[in-house]
């Protein structure tokens, strides 16, 4: 089983729509989750991080449900420009310097 | 800002030869990271280092080796390139603190081995 898992998509939404998606992670000890953003062709960029309360960064909001280990992504008032691919990351192990990356949700906002 | 300069955004090389990408951050950081991603494939880590001089192997690390001379500096080197080694590089740093901490990635290096 892989350490995280994503919905690839394609999610295609319009200008305006709200779009969320999860992301699922395989070990129950994980402490630290991100989101990162992935332009086509272009390097990853850290979106925000996930705390347990869940946190909001403008439209974003992020959420962590450690009962069933899932993340999750929420876009609201969606813009052309939130097109991308999004990663899910996890540090699976406490005690170890390596993420493990998704292998991405793409998200398309058409006009 | 943190800075991760990747010498090369787009490299052609021939099979067989010997391919230096190079990775320098700004920042300090301890912790730095080579990835390849692929399509439908992900980000796999092919090794990184938490110190200099330190290195540990990653989930691909066969025909790649790697040199952290200095803090700032982080190479990787393939041995004899291969075809099936044509990817996008993308060198990460990261402050000290077991995964706590996110990355900053380079703007990687498109690597086409023919």
């Known amino acids: 089983r892989k350490e995280v898992e994503q919905d690839p998509g394609p999610f295609n939404v319009p200008e305006g729509a709200t779009v969320a998606f999860n992301c699922t992670y395989s070990?129950?000890?994980?402490?630290?989750f991100f989101w990162y953003r992935q332009d086509c062709r272009k390097e990853p960029k850290l979106l925000m991080s996930?705390?347990?309360s869940g946190n909001e960064d403008g439209r974003f909001t992020a959420q962590l449900n450690r009962a069933s280990q899932y993340i999750s992504l929420l876009i609201r008032d969606s813009k052309l420009s939130d097109s991308a691919t999004y990663l899910c990351?996890?540090?699976?192990?406490?005690?170890?310097?390596?993420?493990?990356f998704g292998a991405g949700t793409t998200v398309t906002v058409r006009a | 800002d943190v800075k991760v300069t990747q010498s090369s955004r787009y490299l052609v090389k021939r099979t067989g030869e010997k391919v230096f990408l190079e990775c320098v951050q700004d920042?300090?950081?301890?912790?730095m990271f080579w990835y390849r991603q692929d399509p439908g494939l992900g980000l796999r880590l092919i090794y990184f280092?938490?110190?200099?001089?330190?290195?540990e192997k990653g989930d691909i690390p066969e025909g790649y080796s790697v040199s952290r001379e200095k803090k700032e500096r982080f190479s990787l080197i393939l041995e004899s390139a291969s075809t099936n080694q044509t990817s996008m590089y993308l060198c990460?740093?990261?402050?000290?603190?077991?995964?706590?901490?996110?990355?900053?990635f380079g703007s990687g290096t498109r690597l086409t081995v023919v």
């Open positions: 920042m300090d950081h301890e912790n």
């Open positions: 990460a740093s990261s402050l000290s603190g077991r995964g706590i901490y996110g990355y900053t």
């Open positions: 070990n129950s000890a994980s402490q630290s």
């Open positions: 990351v996890v540090n699976p192990l406490s005690n170890d310097y390596k993420l493990s």
């Open positions: 280092s938490y110190d200099v001089k330190m290195k």
């Open positions: 996930v705390y347990s």
